[in-house]
């Protein structure tokens, strides 16, 4: 257990008077504040905040960071989410002065690096789906998802349909039938079967011309690739709706299949997962969506589009832009002939460079969903990622993947079998049940064990298939030691007693904290 004055907030462990910082005497001559602010702007007592040292400051910081556990601290192999490793590279490119200093006002002409970027960014994602079009504006995979199903209410609006259902398999991730609500649809629940895939008898008696959307997540959150994949977009096809790949287990398939190829419409993908963007408690995600041809029109504004332009225009552009920045009023169309008259190579020269402008006219769009560009911070990371691993490198990424999951399984399924056999995608679901019937040890038990030994527990009691499920999604970033030591270490905790792991976690700073009050009334304000 740790020193309980790590946990102390920083209003407890503050007295008056002391700083960590010392300002130098003021050199300018002192005004009044209520000279300089309205008086409603003014506060009548000081801000009650916390005082303290440096390093009383650092030390709180340091060790309320070390008091969770990380994708850079622990394994975590949290099924469904992804959580592989960070390469500190992503996060070096991003912080670039060049990206991070920019701001989403500057006049387009000045973006033009950022700018390429995300086109690239755009490009390289419809590559990878095999879908033509992209929109990079959601800020999270759950936005893209309403997004896309907003972009497809546009398209059968558009073709003066009125489709009012959306389907969405009984393992999907909760999101998928939230957004098909949040879009104005009804959610219609299709059953799977027992081995985990879509139960085609129900898909067929639930299809119809009402049916504006089939919600699918393939690789399943069970690990499986649904095998009559071709089949269900050819009924859903068949009955005038489209096709959505809920695209957060793209990390299984990259370079491998695409999307595009199985009868996908639309996607999103999740870049903090997939691209190993830093989520969860280490920051926002992303939700960029791909989809057809035809339902390209409806995709959010602006798009970011290439354009090839000459030279001297480009030059003209940028001396605009300049000089409305600094507020002046020349003419740039005069300046660039005078300089081109000095210059005759620039002025015959007529060659065509690449612009990027931000195409806002696009009188079908569904309109903004997000402020700018979406999350460039989190692009930017992903874009780096992609462009390290190039083509071959991503394939090797979902091999790895597959094959780490699988390696697992075979390690635990002899103390937690896998329902859904003993093959897998990226991740798997085990169950806790034989364990609680014979030892009265439940999948949370091992999970809240799992942290005294220094793992992060797998997602638990989801997809609500599976009875005490286990989610684990190793990821291809470990290597073999640590996904044999994690296996031992679960096999070591069910020989513990149920006494012992019924009061698991022993070692952590909060033990079990009920979960639903926490969520439900969280504490946010100090009111000591
Ligand atoms: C993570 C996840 C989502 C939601 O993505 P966010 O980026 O967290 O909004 C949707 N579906 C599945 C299967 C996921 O794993």
Known sequence: MRNTRDTQSLFELSRPGRRAARLPACDVPEREITDLLPADAVRQAPPELPELSEPQIIRHFVNLSTQNMSVDTHFYPLGSCTMKYNPKRNERAAAMPGFAELHPYQDESTLQGMLAILYEMQEMLQEISGLPACSL???????GEFTALLVAAAYFQDLGETRTKILVPD??????????????FEAVTVQTSAAGYVDMEDLAAKLDEQVAVLMITNPSTLGLFEPNMQQIAEQVHAVGGLVYLDGANMNAILGITQPGAFGVDMQHYNPHKTFSGPHGGG?????PICVTEKLAPYLPAPIIV???????????????????????VTSCESREQATAAHNPQLATRNSKLPYFRLDTNRPKSIGRVRAFFGNVG??????????????AGLRRVAENAVLNANYLLSRVQHILPVPQGNRCMHEFVASASELKRQQNISAMDLAKRLLDYGYHAPTVYF??????????????????????????????????SAELLHEAPHTTPVSRP????AARQPVLVWNG
């Open 514 to 517: 009920d979960e639903v009050r």
């Open 306 to 328: 290439k354009e090839l332009r000459v030279a001297k225009e480009l030059r003209v552009a940028s001396c605009e832009s300049r000089e409305r920045k600094e507020s002046r």
């Open 463 to 496: 997809p609500l298939t599976v009875p005490e499920a286990m989610m684990i999604e190793p990821t291809e970033s470990e290597g073999k030691e640590t996904l044999d030591a994690f296996a031992e270490t679960l096999f070591r905790i069910t020989e513990e």
């Open 283 to 287: 920051g926002p995600g992303a939700g």
């Open 171 to 184: 393992n999907a991730h909760g999101t998928n039938p939230a957004s098909a609500v949040m879009a104005g």
């Open 137 to 143: 504006q959601p800020a999270a995979g759950a936005q």
């Open 378 to 391: 989190v692009l930017l990371r992903a874009y780096v990622y992609i462009r390290t691993h190039g083509p």
